[in-house]
């Protein structure tokens, strides 16, 4: 083998190399989402979710806030948090708390071996196969026909259309981006993400008939 092609085939080897150990390295990185929440233009709150890879498995941590003033009087509040553990496509464990303007609501899954049993503030209830959530952070969800809602506990029917590409406008500025839609028992949720599948906005209407959008806190695009 002449130098030349030596050198050509080890560069190849070496970025080979490099890839898949910068693959790795994103794997096994924590990351982050912060969104500022709207109703109609009005800022309300936000959401936060961190995923933080461990050995065997993904842990996440879910937090929104949301508090809603009409001439200065609280309307409406809403607290929720959720900690989850995956495992590759599926859930494994998970606790959720939310007040919901002063409803309570949790979601405990037992430790009953690979049964999904969950205790919610409606009783029990278990769930068969791959348990996923609406973890909008994952594509892999709009590969899905039921998700948990982790608010309420209930295993919910999902329809999912990808629209296509569709540009949308955050703080002045049109994003390129693909739109999915998920329709869920009469009501649906638009989901924007970056071209490489980064979750960057969602917007839904909500039974008021207010739009409710969440906005990348930060450069996400």
């Known amino acids: 083998m002449n130098e030349k092609i030596r050198s050509h085939v080890m560069t190849i080897a070496l970025f080979a190399v490099f890839l898949v150990l910068s693959l790795d390295l994103q794997a096994n990185t924590e990351k982050q989402w912060q969104f500022r929440v709207f109703l109609d233009?009005?800022?309300?709150?936000?959401?936060?979710?961190?995923?933080?890879?461990e050995e065997d498995g993904r842990r996440v941590s879910v937090e929104a806030k949301f508090d809603v003033k009409f001439f200065f009087i609280t309307a409406y509040r809403y607290d929720h948090q959720t900690e989850e553990f995956w495992e590759g496509a599926c859930l494994r464990d998970i606790q959720s708390r939310t007040d919901n303007n002063g409803e309570q609501l949790f979601i405990r899954k037992q430790a009953e071996g690979n049964n999904f049993t969950l205790e919610t503030h409606d009783g029990q209830q278990e769930l068969q196969g791959c348990v996923r959530s609406f973890a909008y952070w994952d594509p892999e969800l709009l590969k899905?026909?039921?998700?948990l809602n982790t608010q309420t506990g209930e295993y919910q029917d999902v329809e999912i259309i990808e629209l296509g590409n569709n540009p949308i406008e955050i703080e002045g500025r049109m994003v390129e981006a693909i739109q999915y839609r998920l329709m869920i028992e009469g009501s649906s949720i638009d989901l924007w993400y970056t071209p490489d599948m980064n979750w960057l906005a969602l917007q839904s209407i909500t039974e008021g008939g207010y739009r409710l959008s969440y906005y990348p806190a930060g450069e996400a695009f």
Do not use: A, F
Not at 41 to 53: A, C, M, Q
Not at 144 to 147: D, G, K, P
């Open 144 to 147: 899905t026909s039921r998700l």
């Open 41 to 53: 233009d009005k800022e309300i709150g936000y959401h936060t979710v961190r995923l933080s890879p």
